[in-house]
């Protein structure tokens, strides 16, 4: 015994609809998935800058800190 046509018609409308649903999470996933690699690659590139800055401001340190030993020693021999 065969559905009638109005069930197979709904069927057919429910799987194209299904269907439609699929594809949109599947370009939903590939967009977030993108996006995702974007985030992570810029993660990477500001924590390795953050890495260059400190070292750079920890340089900067040392160096302010050495000039203020020279001074005081002149200060103290002068």
């Known amino acids: 015994m065969s559905a009638p046509d109005s069930v197979k018609s709904d069927s057919k409308q429910e799987l194209a609809a299904l269907g439609e649903q699929v594809d949109r ?6 967009r977030l998935s993108e996006e995702n690699r974007s985030l992570r690659h810029s993660q990477e590139q500001l924590a390795s800058e953050r890495a260059g800055l400190m070292a750079r401001n920890e340089q900067a340190r040392s160096r302010v800190e050495a000039m203020i030993q020279r001074l005081k020693a002149l200060e103290n021999n002068g």
């Not at 999470?25 to 590939?30: E, F, M, Q």
Request: charged share 35%; no cysteine.
């Open 25 to 30: 999470l599947l370009d939903a996933v590939r």
